[in-house]
T-cell receptor
Framework: NAGVTQTPKFRVLKTGQSMTLLCAQDMNHEYMYWYRQDPGMGLRLIHYSVGEGTTAKGEVPDGYNVSRLKKQNFLLGLESAAPSQTSVYFC?????????????FGPGTRLTVL | GQNIDQPTEMTATEGAIVQINCTYQTSGFNGLFWYQQHAGEAPTFLSYNVLDGLEEKGRFSSFLSRSKGYSYLLLKELQMKDSASYLCAVMDSNYQLIWGAGTKLIIKP
């Protein structure tokens, strides 16, 4: 099992460009999450999904969109990138999002917006 | 608001013991998690506490006091590979994780 994978690993964008980050998991997990991690701050939830075809906003959703067309994939889109979106993006998944469900993280995508 | 506080950085010696504290104020409580994150890597799960008391798992132990909004992670017999950031996270009433900024632990020989 590969667990949780993310593509790409690194990306540099210019302000105003768009891109999509792909997260894939092979553990048959229902819940999937997108976080961003910035220096000196905790992980912040952008969007999450509780199952195929569903999405919901997290703490910092502005400037991002997501889609979960297939259970194993969760896509994060930036329609018009801004320097404030320079960050490390982590995808995570859990079995069912309950209190005892461990979140499994992907390796991260380092995004720089110039 | 919701808040998780933990020290920014700690230094310890190989073979010693270190305690990393975490205090929290959240909307509801459904458990407290500790994760380890090596530089440039993803966080990985270490422990989960939902009841007061100490949970021991090998060289790592985690303690919780819900009445005080307090937890600590205790690492014994420190090894160089324990150099990492340690993230405290609380699951709130919406079953979402609220994360602290992490404690960077530096191990010296």
């Amino acid at each position: 099992n590969a667990g949780v994978t993310q593509t790409p690993k690194f990306r540099v964008l210019k302000t105003g460009q768009s891109m999509t980050l792909l997260c894939a998991q092979d553990m048959n997990h229902e819940y999937m999450y997108w976080y961003r991690q910035d220096p000196g701050m905790g992980l912040r939830l952008i969007h999450y999904s509780v199952g195929e075809g569903t999405t919901a906003k997290g703490e910092v959703p502005d400037g991002y969109n997501v889609s979960r067309l297939k259970k194993q994939n969760f896509l994060l889109g930036l329609e018009s990138a801004a320097p404030s979106q320079t960050s490390v993006y982590f995808c995570a998944s859990t079995v069912a999002g309950g209190p005892t469900d461990t979140q499994y993280f992907g390796p991260g995508t380092r995004l720089t917006v110039l | 608001g919701q808040n998780i506080d933990q020290p920014t950085e700690m230094t310890a010696t190989e073979g010693a013991i270190v305690q990393i504290n975490c205090t929290y104020q959240t909307s509801g409580f459904n458990g407290l998690f500790w994760y380890q994150q090596h530089a440039g890597e993803a966080p990985t799960f270490l422990s989960y506490n939902v009841l007061d008391g100490l949970e021991e798992k090998g060289r790592f132990s985690s303690f919780l006091s819900r009445s005080k909004g307090y937890s600590y992670l205790l690492l014994k017999e420190l090894q160089m590979k324990d150099s990492a950031s340690y993230l405290c996270a609380v699951m709130d009433s919406n079953y979402q994780l609220i994360w602290g900024a992490g404690t960077k632990l530096i191990i010296k020989p």
